[in-house]
């Protein structure tokens, strides 16, 4: 009997052992991740502030930049793959609609439809993701490393009340810039006839992906308007079953 105790215990020590070791690589991991993401996204606020400072106007802005934003853009998939492994608690699902929508608007759209490249509304969302992710990787890191500034987490739970609406209509407006060229120039759109049998009309997919922000929109503002209230006022939230 004792033996077998015995056995018992140490079985457990080592569980106990295993599971601090993966939690110590997971944050050590975060961490590194988290602050890679801050140094990208500050590479790309100066680039911009400093493009816009030498040539006065923000045209050819965004050819400036991309290379860097491609990467550090598509770079945010991991973050899908952390919540679906557990090493984050985060959703997958209102991961995954976040960081798709926004490779989807830099590879399908501005990267893409070069004509809505020298847009307003593209400044417009660039700089509001660049605020959102610079608070937003910064609060991670800084909460990593146990030394979390009041000033970060007022940041990251504040700032997009403002930014989040902003960053839509930029988003909307370039897509809506993009449908004449789309039309005209039936890019990644498949006429029938051809060796598949199947059409697909981009024209209207983007019609349907401005449509889609109607139901997704305020489900996403109002998650983060939950946490808000979590984090800076304690509340403690609910969540209902679907």
């Known amino acids: 009997m004792a033996s077998s105790e015995e056995d018992g215990a140490a079985d457990e020590k080592e569980t106990n052992h295993r ?6 690589l997971a944050t050590a991991w975060l961490t590194f991740y988290n602050i890679a993401m801050t140094a990208g996204w500050l590479v ?15 045209r050819g802005l965004y050819r400036s930049i991309a290379r860097t ?3 550090f853009q598509t770079a945010a998939l991991v973050e899908v793959g952390h919540c679906a ?13 976040q960081v798709c ?3 989807f608007m830099v590879w399908f759209i501005t990267n893409s439809i070069r004509q809505v490249q020298s847009e307003e509304s593209v400044v417009l ?4 993701w660049t ?5 937003r990787y910064s609060y991670y890191t800084f909460n990593l490393l146990h030394h979390l500034p009041y000033f970060i987490k007022w940041a990251r739970y504040n700032l997009f009340v403002v930014l989040y609406p902003l960053g839509v209509a930029g988003e909307l407006l370039t897509i809506y810039a993009a449908l004449p060229v789309v039309r005209r120039t039936a890019v990644f759109s498949l006429r029938l006839p051809n060796r598949y049998n199947v ?8 019609i349907i992906a401005m449509l889609s922000y109607i139901p997704l929109f305020p489900q996403l503002y109002f998650h983060m308007l939950r946490q808000r209230r979590k984090v800076l006022h304690g509340e403690v939230i609910v969540e209902k079953d679907d």
């Open 19 to 24: 599971r601090r070791t993966r939690g110590a």
């Open 44 to 58: 790309l606020a100066i680039t911009m502030m400093r493009f816009y400072l030498q040539r006065g106007t923000h």
């Open 69 to 71: 934003l491609k990467f």
């Open 85 to 97: 492994i557990g090493i984050v608690r985060t959703s997958v699902i209102v991961t995954g609609v």
């Open 101 to 103: 929508s926004r490779i």
């Open 125 to 128: 969302f660039l700089v509001v």
């Open 131 to 135: 605020v959102t992710e610079i608070s």
């Open 199 to 206: 059409s697909f009309d981009y024209y209207y997919f983007l």
